[in-house]
């Protein structure tokens, strides 16, 4: 399509898009190889933070077994207009931790409600260690 143009985004601009948080996917290597799952996030203290089940794959698999280790992970929201052949994608690589101790209570007040029923009391949090984004337009 040559009337499209892709630009790279820096980390402001990736960080403006994402700021109202929505749906983003986390990719990690679980206990059975490479996993990719949707949440609902919110973008809280220039993190990303979501809500998940207690002892469900993301608390187990999200686990180093070192006290105070964080896991690696990627996390990617995007809008895309596949009529219009145009959209966004931010990807942003970090750490992840369960959220834990006196910033729990702060953090939990500013996260989003989830949309997978059940319980959802465990709250994750990756910190940007790296923030990239492309935006693909009408040139």
């Known amino acids: 399509m040559a009337d499209r143009v892709i ?3 820096d ?3 990736s960080l403006r898009l994402i700021s109202s948080g929505g749906i983003g996917r986390i990719a990690y290597t679980s206990r059975f190889g490479p996993t990719v799952l949707p949440v609902n996030f919110t973008l809280y203290e220039g993190a990303i933070l979501f809500r998940t089940a207690e002892n469900g794959p993301l608390d187990q698999d999200l686990r ?3 006290e105070g280790a964080d896991y690696e992970v990627a996390f990617e929201i995007d809008d895309i207009d596949t009529g ?3 959209g966004w994608s931010v990807l942003i690589q970090g750490p992840a931790h369960h959220v834990t101790g ?6 939990f007040r ?3 409600e989830p949309w997978a029923p059940g319980i959802r009391e465990l709250l994750v949090r990756i910190v ?3 923030i990239t984004g492309r ?3 009408l040139s």
């Open 64 to 66: 180093t077994g070192i």
């Open 11 to 13: 980390r402001d601009e």
């Open 7 to 9: 630009e790279e985004l």
């Open 128 to 130: 940007p260690s790296r």
């Open 110 to 112: 500013a996260c989003v």
């Open 102 to 107: 006196p910033e729990r209570e702060d953090a």
């Open 84 to 86: 219009g052949s145009m």
């Open 135 to 137: 935006r693909i337009s």
